[in-house]
């Protein structure tokens, strides 16, 4: 879907092809529990914007690695480690996937375009990484069983399965439990980012409580289930970054029928009436904090 809306804007040459790694937005995430090995147990109302980083794959004498953008900087080049690229390891993981059924998957030049900020609660590495597994799949001329594709993905990190999906979802378990949620509507959103990074790790550490209530099922008019809900990683997020209450605040000022933290922050967002509310309100946040990120976004949904 993200990848066609992609093309058509940037149409692909025929050098190589695109595709679009899409910002994965939290409209809720309930922490309900915690696993015997440490993994928390999540119920999530995910979406996704169609503004987000984009990958472009080109047939190459030898496996190459490009990054530009404004957050390029910023993006790790090498494959090892707990910090390596994650579209590396996507690369590498599919590669030994494919070679294992005899499919031949010939070196890749592979430039990413990053312009999401990082560690950023909108799954930017996890969208990347997924964005190459499709990519590389289109690149290669093959495939993979979903079931397998996803367990793949699912060991990269647990937001890399609800990415390859890139549609409405109700997110539950560890990442692995996707339902779909074709009814639900698509959103003009402006997203906020003080540009802090934010740990995840630490901010797990400081949740109070681990077996909050659930999501439960939509009722009634989304707006008002949604405001009923919350993001139980907001509390210790704006207790580790002040900014988050400032970056909120300012998107509520600006008429947000909503706000809230996006995944573990520090991205924040702002639900409005309608694009143009949407793009007036972004305009007016850059005005203010010139330095800062906002951009103002319309969500997959039923309307797109």
Not at 41 to 46: A, F, G, K, P, Y
Not at 79 to 108: F, I, M, S, T, W
Not at 235 to 264: H, K
């Amino acid at each position: 879907m993200f990848s066609d809306i992609l093309n058509t804007q940037r149409p692909a040459d025929d050098a190589g092809l695109f595709e679009l790694a899409p910002a994965k937005i939290n409209l809720a995430l309930h922490v309900v529990g915690q696993r015997a090995d440490g993994y928390h147990l999540l119920e999530s109302i995910v979406t996704f914007a169609d503004t987000g980083d984009r990958l472009g794959f080109t047939s190459a004498d030898a496996d190459d690695f490009i990054v530009s953008g404004r957050f390029g900087h910023l993006v790790p080049t090498e494959a090892e480690g707990h910090h390596g690229n994650l579209v590396l390891k996507a690369r590498d993981l599919l590669r030994q996937a494919l070679a294992a059924r005899g499919v031949r998957c010939p070196p890749v030049a592979i430039h990413l375009e990053k312009n999401l900020p990082v560690a950023a609660g909108i799954g930017g590495g996890s969208a990347d990484a997924a964005a190459t597994l499709r990519g590389l799949l289109r690149l290669w001329n093959a495939n993979l069983p979903e079931a397998e594709l996803f367990a793949l993905g699912l060991s990269l990190g647990a937001d890399v399965p609800m990415c390859l999906k890139g549609e409405a979802l109700m997110v539950k378990g560890i990442g692995e439990d996707l339902t779909p949620l074709p009814a639900f509507p698509s959103l003009s959103l402006v997203l906020g980012n003080p540009l802090v990074v934010v740990s995840t790790p630490d901010i797990f550490k400081r949740l109070t409580r681990k077996d909050n209530p659930p999501v439960g099922a939509f009722e009634g008019e989304w707006i008002i289930h949604l405001k009923a809900l919350r993001n139980d990683l907001e509390p210790p997020a704006r207790s580790m970054v002040r900014e988050i209450d400032q970056i909120s605040a300012m998107i509520g000022a600006e008429g947000a029928l909503l706000t809230r933290m996006s995944g573990s922050g520090a991205t924040c967002f702002g639900i409005f009436s309608s694009p143009d509310a949407a793009n007036r309100a972004a305009e007016n946040l850059n005005g203010q904090k010139p330095d800062w990120y906002f951009q103002a976004v319309q969500t997959v949904g039923r309307d797109t």
